[in-house]
């Protein structure tokens, strides 16, 4: 299996985000956009002229609606006149974000959060934002290719199982290939950062955090060798115990700082927000570490990686970078992941 795994910018604290670029047959499947901004255009031009083997891109996979996942989408169908495959709920969130944009909307969205005590300083501020979301998604398009749980897609003639969750997003898409025991996680599993789980204005009364738990519980029937691939931060083996530690630990401290603020959701809120800071912190300093350090403290099982060095989206327009998934277990390497040296790192 090809794989190509550019690391495109993001213009908020989290910087960055991983896309893949699946070999399938004749072309390329791409997994999930990137924000439709100028730099991350600039890093596709980039890779279209030299990573992709002068192949197609045949079809966009989308894991869900938001802006960095989904940004863009419309350009790249269009573009390559490939179809966009995501599920239904998450087309519809996006069709849903893009409309939002009225006064009336924005009314909504404000009493939502001055509800849960978010303090009016704020409130001002995101009312004088708006809705951010039209101008990070350059559009949906027309039509699209619905996905849905237990579904499987066939890439490169490897079938790859979706898998949906909830909480992070309302019908986030995994995929899970048993042949290669990769799993596309999307931001439903991610190595450093805590997924954002978050009370939306216009499911006011839902209970994410508990859609997500049982979204983790799902994965637990993965193989513990399972490879990670995550939108955020760099891909990995351990998937339980990430899993164990999120369920365990990191979501039971966040949940503790709820008990210390006066309201409940607003609470939750921003202790997760400062759980989140806090480890996004710890992945900043860690992503600096060379890969030979990265594999001491990941274990013995913990892929290896040449030339991991993230651009960021300060400065001049960052440029894409092509990151080797070296795997450390001889199974892995049999079935083809891409070999260390083969493809050299665009820095
Ligand atoms: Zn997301
Ligand atoms: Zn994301």
């Known amino acids: 299996m090809a794989l190509e795994h550019p690391w495109m910018p993001l213009p908020f604290q989290l910087d960055h985000i991983n896309l893949w670029a699946l070999a399938d047959g004749d072309g390329w499947t791409a997994v999930d956009t990137g924000v439709a901004l100028p730099p991350t255009r600039a890093c596709w031009e980039q890779l279209f002229a030299s990573a992709l083997d002068g192949k197609p891109i045949r079809r966009v996979i989308v894991t869900h609606f938001h802006p960095d996942h989904i940004g863009n989408a419309s350009w790249l169908t269009e573009r390559w006149q490939a179809d966009l495959w995501c599920t239904q709920t998450e087309w519809l969130a996006a069709e849903y974000a893009l409309r939002s944009r009225d006064d009336a909307d924005l009314d909504r969205r404000v009493a939502h959060y001055r509800r849960h005590g978010i303090a009016e300083e704020h409130t001002a501020k995101m009312r004088a934002r708006g809705n951010p979301y039209p101008s990070l998604v350059g559009g949906l398009p027309f039509h699209f290719m619905p996905i849905a749980d237990g579904e499987t897609v066939t890439i ?116 997760i927000r400062e759980s989140d800071d806090a480890e996004h912190r710890g992945y900043r300093w860690k992503r600096r570490l060379t890969d030979k350090a990265l594999s001491q403290r990941a274990g013995p099982h913990a892929p290896r990686f040449r030339g991991l060095k993230p651009p960021t989206h300060r400065g001049p327009t960052p440029r894409p970078l092509v990151v080797q998934v070296i795997p450390s277990s001889a199974s892995l390497a049999s079935v083809g992941l891409p070999v260390c040296g083969s493809q050299p790192a665009i820095s």
Do not use: M
Not at 163 to 183: K, M, N, Q, Y
Not at 213 to 235: E, K, Q, V
């Open 156 to 271: 490169e003639g490897r079938r790859w199982r979706v898998i949906t969750a909830r909480g992070h997003s309302p019908e986030h898409a995994c995929l899970w290939c048993e042949d290669l025991r990769v799993l596309i996680a999307g931001d439903q599993v991610l190595p450093k950062i805590t997924t954002n789980v978050s009370v939306w204005p216009e499911r006011p009364r839902e209970n994410p955090l508990r859609y997500y738990l049982d979204s983790l519980a799902r994965f637990l029937r993965l193989p513990a060798d399972t490879l990670i691939l995550p939108s955020h931060g760099l891909p990995f083996r351990g998937l339980h115990h990430r899993l164990s530690t999120l369920v365990q630990h990191t979501l039971p401290q966040a949940l503790s700082g709820r008990a210390s603020r006066p309201n409940r959701v607003g609470g939750i809120a921003s202790a």
